[in-house]
């Protein structure tokens, strides 16, 4: 779900903009020229939010009012509709997790003794608060905790699409809740794997190369860490194509990932073994028995089975 626009911190309404007054305005002899609930026009914007607007109402009175003294009357009118933070209290999403795992170096098997546990997973809103004014995020997180999980359809859709971070997470061989709704899930996770992966994985891994060529040659450094993930996603992705799976442990290419996470391995032998392995995702994407799309028929049967269940209080 977006963001409301006037929790940005750094927003600044722009001249034109109608806002509306949250304090009374003075007019001349301190009178009160308009009540709260006004609206007026920006006509002069601050540099920043430690001054005061320029705003002008109908009747032409002007007034210098602070960022927290006003509002974008859109927003105004918006109220606490689709206010995800009103669902989160309202609804306690936290507690329809269906599924819960384990991502990230854990599950790749490129874990150490301070590594952080990364969890993932889905959650299934009930009924009431999906068909609700307010509505239901399509993420929601714990940042102390590393925790988050994404709306079931929101998932499923990125699934559909061969999102990398999705995949592993139906596949990771690690995963601690698991309802009876999502083992149904489980068991149908091929549905979502088709030849997109080539397209996703591949333009991914090629465009984020190409940025850190760039960083290299402008500002000679380069996040190892980020550069070991692409090729991982590399052959992860051949794997998919060749084995019709998401081999989600790195096995035994662990000692040359670490390699390259440290900065002991030249740029030159990173490049070669990359474009090696395009080459082979290519071969791989010609000979694939996958099909051309993934199953969206299947998806949404699932997605549909899993809403009539959401009418139950309990978490099927």
């Not at 794997?193 to 940025?211: A, D, E, P, W």
């Not at 035994?252 to 390259?260: M, P």
Request: charged content about 25%.
């Amino acid at each position: 779900m977006n963001r409301r626009v006037h929790d940005s911190p750094n927003l600044i309404y722009s001249p034109g903009t109608q806002v509306v007054a949250l304090k009374q305005v003075r007019g001349p002899g301190g009178r009160t020229a308009h009540p709260v609930g006004a609206v007026g026009a920006v006509i002069r914007s601050p540099q920043d939010r430690a001054h005061s607007y320029r705003v002008r109402f109908v009747d032409g009175v002007e007034a210098a009012l602070h960022h927290d003294q006003l509002q974008q009357l859109a927003e105004y009118k918006q109220g606490a509709i689709n206010d995800s933070a009103q669902t989160l209290a309202a609804h306690g999403l936290f507690e329809r997790v269906i599924y819960r795992c384990v991502v990230g170096s854990r599950a790749f098997g490129l874990d150490h003794d301070e590594s952080d546990t990364d969890r993932r997973g889905i959650y299934l809103p009930q009924a009431d608060a999906h068909w609700s004014l307010y509505g239901v995020p399509e993420q929601i997180e714990n940042d102390a905790t590393q925790e988050a999980y994404w709306e079931l359809q929101k998932f499923l859709v990125m699934a559909l699409k061969g999102n990398p971070n999705i995949l592993e997470c139906l596949y990771t061989p690690i995963f601690e809740v698991a309802t009876p709704l999502a083992e149904e899930l489980l068991a149908m996770r091929g549905v979502f794997l088709s030849k997109l992966v080539f397209q996703t994985y591949n333009g991914y891994v090629m465009s984020q190369f190409k940025r850190m060529q760039a960083d290299a040659r402008n500002h000679g450094q380069v996040k190892w860490k980020h550069v070991m993930h692409l090729i991982r996603l590399l052959l992860s992705g051949i794997h998919v194509l060749r084995d019709r799976s998401v081999a989600v442990h790195v096995g035994g290419d662990r000692d040359r990932l670490l390699e390259i996470k440290g900065g002991a391995m030249p740029w030159e032998a990173i490049e070669a073994w990359r474009l090696a392995l395009h080459r082979e995702f290519e071969q791989a994407y010609a000979e694939t028995t996958l099909p051309e799309r993934p199953d969206y028929e299947a998806a949404s049967r699932f997605l549909i089975h899993a809403r009539r269940a959401a009418l139950v209080e309990g978490l099927p």
